[in-house]
């Protein structure tokens, strides 16, 4: 099959993977639009050493499933962490958190920007139909946004920030709107402002950010200088919500987050089932973040265009290559 | 009056103090006795650009209360913020994190290492008469320890660990244990792992720790080398209390608090009232802790044992100087 391949921090287009054959505890899924994380670059960037076919946001189709034979035919999402089952963390019931974990694309565990992939049986969520490929193709970084309000309670009446206005920050930012509290993201690039503003959600500068005064700070830029921003902002006894990796270590002031009696949350996966359920329910027009869909055949192309400043979300689409085609915005 | 003075890194006795007037806010307190805190000898190595009497932790009487006599006579302690009433912060009820704030002995008012001391009459806390002076003194440092069961909610079924046994981690150790928690206390020094036996509380060396095991881990040290153990030994998802402050930046791995969604709470200032009532109610043996009771006069050498690794609590005492004396254990 076709699929891509990173190696030593180069990627490459093959067409001579085999199609994986799933244990009995897994199910054989065609791919029908995949997404290009942060992630993903970052794997580039050898931020883990991952040799592979990489990519983990997908929407696809069930063609085999030994163990769940009725799951065959479903369109179907997946959760991107392979837990083991018997660790401490899986006995707790923090499967995402499994001491012995395998990631979908980024550890140990191939990717779905190819045409076919594995998950456990146990990692699938069906996606209802009234949602489109285009949406259910969100699943996965919009549960991640949404753990945020798993994680932090927000009300009404809370002043929030949103720092950073890339692919997560702008579906945090979406997630955030819905509490309605009073929300400002940061908000560098045009694009991200648009969307923004098509979703009713007020785009600032960062100096317009009044110090020690926001309840709740999403810091979402993976930059020190964000969590700076962050630090800088939040009111005392509020929540910084860390919702990026970050390159390497990072030297900041604690001893001011234990005066002000800050609290940060790192906040990592989320729900997929809450997340199908508002992909159903509210209807979010996140089609403006698509910057470009592309042939599994230009996944290099795409990944070319992800990596630019102030692009959002590429995806990439397997399938019959004489019918595919640059669908680029 | 006599009391301590503190100038450009510089500790010494004066015997040429004015004694304070209070204002119709303020009550006019002798002091009994008052604790050498970790801030106040940070204080000394320039921690805040400080120049005054400092101290903060006291019990003692009140003498003159202009705006409201009925207080004269009575044996009180004091929270620690001067709060201004006015900002943000205080508007919110959150005088503790006034944005204009002065601290008693450390930031822009005159501190209790001296015979006479001024406080807000909002600030004061009457001492029940079951609860001694040395126990009474106890008072801020252990309603800063209580502050943690404030902020975060401890199962008697959770895995808790308590990085450091100094004073601040001795105490918070004690609070914890109230909640039946499974705690072990990283302690080096043998006298406090006596008064952790004592108090029934298990002390383990480091080495003990088991990696991503503990619900809470509370950093008692100050140290980076304390945060980085705090990191390896906590469970995903679960909390990291901050309850010291650190010498300058700090440098560590944030990204890995946000792959295992780990909560780093700040933690200063606790409820006076409840650190108060639980003196009163569960009679902590806190003597133990007591390294030395110095008078006035010879704040200097309490200062020096204070100093020392593993001392734990020194107290000094103004007042009659012929019959105060060197206590010490």
């Known amino acids: 099959m076709i699929g891509l ?5 180069g990627l490459s287009l093959r067409k001579d993977l085999p199609v994986p054959e799933p244990s009995e505890r897994e199910a054989l899924i065609k791919i029908d639009l995949a997404g290009i994380c942060g992630t993903d670059l970052e794997l580039l960037r050898g931020y883990y050493p991952f040799t592979g076919t990489p990519g983990h946001e997908f929407v696809g189709r069930v063609v085999a499933a030994p163990g769940a034979p009725g799951l ?11 837990a083991c089952g018997e660790c401490d963390s899986c006995r707790r019931g923090l499967q995402k958190h ?5 990631t979908l694309g980024i550890r140990d565990y191939p990717g779905v920007f190819a045409e076919y992939c594995l998950l456990p049986v146990a990692n699938l969520h069906r996606v209802p139909s009234s949602v489109s490929d285009e949406q259910a193709v969100f699943t996965e970084p919009l549960a991640a946004a949404l753990e945020i309000l798993d994680q932090v309670h927000i009300l009404p009446t809370d002043r929030v920030a949103v ?13 955030l709107s819905l509490t309605s509290c009073q929300l400002s993201v940061v908000a560098r690039h045009q694009p991200s402002r648009d969307i923004l503003k098509q979703w009713g959600v007020q785009a600032i500068d960062a100096d317009q950010m009044a110090s020690t005064s926001y ?18 902002v939040v009111r005392p006894r509020g929540v910084i919500v860390l919702k990026s990796t970050y390159q390497g270590d990072i030297t900041f002031n604690i001893s001011a987050m234990v005066v002000n009696e800050v609290t940060l949350v ?39 265009l992800a990596r630019q400043r102030g692009v959002l979300k590429v995806l990439v689409q397997p399938g019959d290559a004489q019918g595919a085609g640059f669908k680029g915005r």
């Open 215 to 232: 309840d709740v700070v999403v810091e979402a830029t993976g930059s020190a200088d964000g969590l700076k921003m962050a630090a800088n």
């Open 72 to 82: 065959v035919g479903q369109r179907v999402t997946g959760e991107i962490t392979i």
């Open 98 to 102: 499994c001491l012995h974990s395998r």
């Open 5 to 9: 391949w990173l190696q030593d921090l």
């Open 163 to 175: 720092i950073g206005a890339g692919r997560l920050g702008l579906l945090a930012a979406w997630c």
């Open 266 to 304: 790192g906040s990592r996966c989320g729900p997929f089932d809450g997340a199908l359920r508002l992909l159903d329910s509210q209807r979010p027009d996140l089609s403006a973040m698509i910057a470009g869909i592309y042939p599994l055949e230009q996944g290099l192309a795409a990944f070319d």
